[in-house]
């Protein structure tokens, strides 16, 4: 681990003294002290508070030996684009294999999206979803299947069950794209994205129905995506008509229109005459 090595060096690149960082946490600068020589170990609490006040995820400030990076990814770092992004080793996903050692699709139903919250990174809690196959799909990539709730996403609907392929590098989002995004905060969620991780390091979110308006969320933020592959539903998605019938059916209804401004106008002309 390069906890003790890295905070020394985050702080010391800030200009920042074991004071100045012992006040900003709460922490004795003794205490703070025997982090930094490695004769203490910190809790998960104080681990959270380390990455909320340098703004970089956990398994970062454990795993990646930060003096180690270039200036310009240190400068990517420190504008909250956390090299975790890239999608190193160092974010494992929780998964399960069948009899043959090849990767399960597991099932999240709905019921199961709350546990989904704590559990995702536990794999006695992913080892309990229930699993099936889809012949159809790679089985050199890693997919999961979510249950949709709610009418964000109509015309698919709700209810419907959406299969994503893990995605290790966010760069790789396309925007425009739909996505599935799982954070802490929201949750699963299922939505088209604009990608703006190199610019502001934030995700867009955007819902198809035009009622539902986009927001965003930071990388830092965000747990596990997954690219959409498709959906499996009961229900068929309402119809849409072609182009063509479309217009057909607009210039339908100008016609109509103007059948019946012309019989009113004729009603009121006669009305006039009787007067």
């Avoid at 020589?37 to 340098?54: C, D, K, R, T």
């Avoid at 709700?158 to 995004?181: F, H, P």
Wanted: proline share 4%.
């Amino acid at each position: 681990m390069y906890f003790a090595s890295n905070i020394k060096f985050l702080r010391k690149r800030r200009g920042r003294t074991q004071d100045d960082v012992a006040f900003a946490l709460n922490l004795k600068r003794s205490t703070l002290s025997g982090y930094e020589n490695g004769v203490a170990q910190p809790g998960i609490e104080i681990l959270i508070s380390f990455s909320g006040y340098f703004n970089i995820s956990i398994d970062t400030i454990l795993k990646l030996d930060i003096s180690k990076l270039s200036e310009s990814q240190l400068g990517e770092l420190e504008r909250g684009y956390d090299a975790y992004v890239k999608g190193s080793n160092l974010r494992v996903l929780a998964t399960t294999v069948n009899s043959r050692n090849r990767e399960n699709i597991e099932l999240v139903p709905e019921k199961a999206k709350a546990g989904y919250t704590t559990g995702y990174a536990d794999p006695e809690y992913i080892g309990e979803l229930p699993v099936f196959t889809l012949p159809f799909l790679s089985d050199k990539k890693k997919y999961r299947t979510f249950q949709l709730k709610g009418d964000s996403m109509l015309p698919i609907p709700d209810g419907s069950w959406v299969t994503g392929e893990y995605l290790q590098d966010w760069m790789d989002i396309i925007s425009g794209k739909a996505y599935i995004v799982f954070t802490l905060d929201d949750g699963i969620v299922f939505k088209v994205v604009e990608n703006n991780l190199k610019k502001d390091g934030k995700l867009v979110l955007y819902s198809l129905n035009p009622v539902y308006e986009p927001y965003e969320v930071h990388v830092n933020e965000v747990k596990e995506i997954w690219k959409f592959v498709n959906y499996i539903s009961s229900e068929l998605p309402d119809p849409v008509l072609p182009e063509k019938q479309l217009m057909q059916a607009v210039a339908g209804m100008k016609h109509d229109l103007q059948r019946i401004k012309a019989r009113l106008g004729s009603e009121i002309s006669d009305i006039d005459e009787e007067k």
